[in-house]
């Protein structure tokens, strides 16, 4: 996918592998903080309160993610999704 091959060449133009460590969401950055990871690669937008724990680098990537909902469907923003099923 996008991610272990964008990691591969960063790591191949600095000369390192990438060793990765699959985790839960919530601890990504705790590992970061602790030293059991050097980074983290994937998942990990530029927010106010991630950057008040880590240091980010230039993003790689920019994704414009959004929800589907069907054409006749009255939902325009997140306020509107309140009992929604979402699949993801």
């Known amino acids: ?6 990691a591969a060449l960063v ?3 600095i000369g390192r592998e990438v060793d990765w460590l699959i985790t839960s969401w919530t ?3 705790p590992k970061v903080q602790t030293g059991e ?4 690669w ?3 937008g530029i927010t106010a309160e991630r950057q ?3 240091d980010f680098t230039l993003p790689y990537a920019i ?16 306020g509107d999704l309140a009992g929604y099923r979402v699949a993801a």
């Not at 996918?1 to 964008?6: D, K």
């Not at 994704?63 to 997140?78: I, M, N, Q, S, Y």
């Open 11 to 13: 790591a191949a133009e």
């Open 42 to 44: 994937c998942g990990q």
């Open 52 to 54: 008040a724990q880590v």
């Open 63 to 78: 994704f414009d993610e959004t929800v589907l909902v069907r054409k006749d469907d009255p939902a325009r923003g997140p």
């Open 27 to 29: 601890e990504m950055i």
């Open 37 to 40: 990871a050097d980074a983290v």
């Open 1 to 6: 996918g996008y991610e272990p091959e964008a």
